[in-house]
Nanobody
Framework: QVQLVESGGGLVQAGGSLRLSCAASGRTFSSYAMGWFRQAPGKEREFVAA????????DYADSVKGRFTISRDNAKNTVYLQMNSLKPDDTAGYYC?????????????????WGQGTQVTVSS
């Protein structure tokens, strides 16, 4: 069992930055690939970024490439999402997810555990 708790969301102006954190419980955090997803009101949950168990490999949605960076610290059981050059379209609830194993997929259904989410609001 893995419990995930996100933090770091908030209100920011367009062009600003935020760093989201996702703290995981358990001693096997390094066995899990991690992902970030987001969901805006009235829209489906969408993939944002994912990172392999070691942190050596990552993947990004086209909409955030070059602006967002996913990273992890296995010693701290934490995954991060650094978000720069934020746009109003980035406004959503952001969720981290964990998937046991080597694969770091972009499909939400493949993930085993989810956090409760943190809200990011970008004003124009």
């Amino acid at each position: 069992q893995v419990q995930l708790v996100e933090s770091g969301g908030g209100l920011v102006q367009a062009g600003g930055s935020l760093r989201l954190s996702c703290a995981a419980s358990g001693r096997t955090f390094s066995s899990y690939a991690m992902g970030w997803f987001r969901q805006a009101p009235g829209k489906e949950r969408e993939f944002v970024a994912a990172i392999s168990w070691s942190g050596a490999n990552s993947d990004y949605a086209d909409s955030v490439k070059g602006r967002f960076t996913i990273s992890r610290d296995n010693a701290k059981n934490t995954v991060y999402l650094q978000m720069n050059s934020l746009k109003p379209d980035d406004t959503a609830g952001y969720y981290c997810a964990a998937k046991y194993g080597l694969v770091y997929p972009i499909e939400a259904w493949q993930y085993d555990y989810w956090g409760q989410g943190t809200q990011v609001t970008v004003s124009s």
